[in-house]
């Protein structure tokens, strides 16, 4: 093995310094041979120079002096740890000697301690282990029964991430509903265009046409889609009014109740035009705002006398975009809670098959300041979800406006770029086993590479996210032609 430094000063049970002799990463592997327990896995959890060259002299310095400077390159490290006789990893019980040898680690010895296995029945390959050949497979029974976070600043990444990861989910036949509040994953259907990166991470491109199926509230925004529709008589009073946009409950609820129950006497299979009909009939600012807004939702086609059947919405082995582009934020939200709802009481009950459900933009969903219509039943699933096969992940660029509650449910978690203080903050106090430097390197993290944690592995791993094999939607606009 390659000799990279020597360890100094006292030595911890969990970490050590060491003085380096040869150029290291923040991140990267290292090894000490234990003498009782062989090589034990390190990682360099962070770097500085230390000189000889104080202030004064700093500044006393010219331009052209060349005053000789004795520096030292010095590092701390965390210990990994070893694979013992039985497959645990553990700790060594006794701090390494003052003095020791310390090495870079080969890839034998990382993917051992690491448990990175190459092809894993159930393992979803979201690319490479930083500076290494070393495929990370997340474990797929675990993402759907302990959730999973996608996490990154705007512009970081997180939608191509999480597409990549959706791959890995078709390709498993895992059942999947996606709400898409920007209608950016239908590119799910379309190959990507190959290149020698795909070569590099072992990437065969391909669409998954047959197995994605979309559906929208507005299908003249979103052609490609299905129109997406709940049934009238299944909806709440007060349900109906955040349809049509009206907030003041007090002022509109039994005026809307009482056309309601006008409507349905004399018409049980009632739509929402014979509501039209019928405020329109009405006097007063009050019955022109309901005639009004019932307007609106009727044109939306949102709402009919039969909703879209469970069983068109859910299939085994198939991936359902909910593609919300164009839909009010309200009704958004209420449409989130009505799916989510009922995936939620029909897994309970064993009717649907064990589904994965990701929610993009989920700070809108659940915020954690405030409240939307959908953030009880969000809350429900991601504390009581994993008992009924129903995974939940959240996907975020503001970790801190996110409900703690959903975040910190998620065990599994990928980590982009994250620039801002309070997200930084919200991520390092719900992730078990993030140390201050790699709080320090999700600021710094270049794009295309991810901090994983959980998902099957016992410390957070550095990925370069693999290619996608199907075509990227989520690319932002260009202002000006280049």
Same mark, same amino acid.
């Given at each position: 093995?390659?000799?990279?430094?020597?360890?100094?000063?006292?030595?911890?049970?969990?970490?050590?310094?060491?003085?380096?002799?040869?150029?290291?990463?923040?991140?990267?592997?290292?090894?000490?041979?234990?003498?009782?327990?062989?090589?034990?896995?390190?990682?360099?959890?962070?770097?500085?120079?230390?000189?000889?060259?104080?202030?004064?002299?700093?500044?006393?310095?010219?331009?052209?002096?060349? @005053?000789? *400077?004795?520096?030292?390159?010095?590092?701390?490290?965390?210990?990994?740890?070893?694979?013992?006789? /039985?497959?645990?990893?553990?700790?060594?019980?006794?701090?390494?000697?003052?003095?020791?040898?310390?090495?870079?680690?080969?890839?034998?010895?990382?993917?051992?301690?690491?448990?990175?296995?190459?092809?894993? !029945? @159930?393992?979803?390959?979201?690319?490479?282990?930083?500076?290494?050949?070393?495929?990370?497979? +997340?474990?797929?029974?675990?993402?759907?029964?302990?959730?999973?976070?996608?996490?990154?600043?705007?512009?970081?990444?997180?939608?191509?991430?999480?597409?990549?990861?959706?791959?890995?989910?078709?390709?498993?036949?895992?059942?999947?509903?996606?709400?898409?509040?920007?209608?950016?994953?239908?590119?799910?259907?379309?190959?990507?265009?190959?290149?020698?990166?795909?070569?590099?991470?072992?990437?065969?491109?391909?669409?998954?046409?047959?197995?994605?199926?979309?559906?929208?509230?507005?299908?003249?925004?979103?052609?490609?889609?299905?129109?997406?529709?709940?049934?009238?008589?299944? @909806?709440?009073?007060?349900?109906?009014?955040?349809?049509?946009?009206?907030?003041?409950?007090?002022?509109?609820?039994?005026?809307?109740? /009482? *056309?309601?129950? !006008?409507?349905?006497?004399?018409?049980?299979?009632?739509?929402?035009?014979? +509501?039209?009909?019928?405020?329109?009939?009405?006097?007063?600012?009050?019955?022109?705002?309901?005639?009004?807004?019932?307007?609106?939702?009727?044109?939306?086609?949102?709402?009919?006398?039969?909703?879209?059947?469970? !069983?068109?919405?859910?299939?085994?082995?198939?991936?359902?975009?909910?593609?919300?582009?164009?839909?009010?934020?309200?009704? /958004?939200?209420?449409?989130?809670?009505?799916?989510?709802?009922?995936?939620?009481?029909?897994?309970?009950?064993?009717?649907?098959?064990?589904?994965? +459900?990701?929610?993009?933009?989920?700070? !809108?969903?659940?915020? /954690?300041? =405030?409240?939307?219509?959908?953030?009880?039943?969000?809350?429900?699933?991601?504390?009581?979800?994993?008992?009924? =096969?129903?995974?939940?992940?959240?996907?975020?660029?503001?970790?801190?406006?996110?409900?703690?509650?959903?975040?910190?449910?998620?065990?599994?978690?990928? *980590?982009?770029?994250?620039?801002?203080?309070?997200?930084?903050?919200? *991520?390092?106090?719900?992730?078990?086993?993030?140390?201050?430097?790699?709080?320090?390197?999700?600021?710094?993290?270049?794009?295309?590479?991810?901090?994983?944690?959980?998902?099957?592995?016992?410390?957070?791993?550095?990925?370069?996210?693999?290619?996608?094999?199907?075509?990227?939607?989520?690319?932002?606009?260009?202002?000006?032609?280049?």
């Amino acid at each position: 093995m390659e000799e990279v430094g020597r360890i100094f000063g006292d030595v911890g049970l969990g970490q050590f310094q060491l003085s380096l002799a040869q150029p290291v990463e923040r991140g990267d592997y290292l090894a000490v041979v234990d003498e009782l327990h062989g090589s034990v896995l390190c990682q360099l959890d962070d770097l500085r120079r230390k000189s000889d060259l104080d202030l004064e002299h700093a500044g006393a310095m010219q331009p052209t002096d060349e @005053t000789p *400077i004795h520096e030292s390159l010095l590092g701390a490290a965390r210990i990994v740890g070893y694979r013992d006789g /039985q497959g645990l990893v553990k700790i060594p019980t006794i701090p390494f000697r003052p003095g020791a040898h310390v090495y870079r680690a080969e890839e034998p010895l990382i993917a051992d301690v690491l448990g990175l296995k190459h092809h894993s !029945n @159930t393992g979803a390959y979201v690319g490479l282990l930083r500076n290494h050949e070393l495929r990370i497979e +997340l474990d797929i029974n675990q993402l759907v029964q302990r959730h999973v976070s996608v996490l990154a600043k705007t512009g970081g990444g997180k939608s191509y991430l999480l597409g990549v990861l959706i791959e890995e989910l078709l390709r498993h036949r895992v059942t999947c509903v996606i709400i898409d509040p920007h209608g950016e994953y239908g590119s799910l259907r379309v190959p990507a265009e190959k290149n020698g990166v795909h070569a590099k991470f072992g990437v065969e491109v391909q669409g998954f046409a047959r197995q994605v199926q979309e559906y929208s509230p507005d299908v003249s925004l979103n052609p490609s889609a299905k129109p997406l529709t709940f049934s009238l008589r299944s @909806t709440d009073p007060r349900d109906l009014l955040i349809f049509m946009g009206l907030t003041n409950v007090k002022t509109y609820l039994a005026p809307l109740k /009482q *056309i309601i129950e !006008n409507v349905a006497l004399t018409n049980p299979d009632y739509t929402v035009h014979d +509501l039209v009909r019928a405020a329109e009939a009405g006097e007063g600012a009050v019955a022109e705002t309901l005639h009004e807004r019932l307007e609106y939702v009727d044109q939306t086609k949102l709402l009919g006398p039969k909703g879209t059947s469970l !069983n068109d919405l859910v299939k085994k082995g198939e991936a359902t975009l909910i593609n919300l582009r164009g839909v009010a934020p309200d009704v /958004q939200e209420l449409v989130v809670a009505r799916i989510a709802t009922t995936l939620f009481e029909n897994r309970k009950k064993d009717k649907i098959p064990p589904l994965f +459900l990701v929610i993009e933009e989920a700070h !809108n969903f659940a915020p /954690q300041q =405030g409240s939307a219509t959908c953030s009880r039943i969000l809350k429900n699933i991601a504390s009581e979800g994993r008992k009924f =096969g129903l995974g939940l992940c959240a996907v975020t660029q503001r970790a801190a406006r996110i409900d703690k509650s959903v975040l910190s449910q998620c065990n599994t978690q990928l *980590i982009l770029q994250v620039t801002n203080p309070l997200d930084l903050k919200a *991520i390092a106090q719900s992730i078990e086993g993030l140390t201050p430097g790699m709080t320090e390197m999700i600021q710094s993290l270049p794009v295309g590479v991810a901090l994983v944690t959980g998902g099957g592995y016992h410390t957070p791993l550095f990925c370069e996210v693999r290619p996608r094999a199907t075509r990227h939607g989520g690319e932002s606009v260009q202002i000006v032609a280049a």
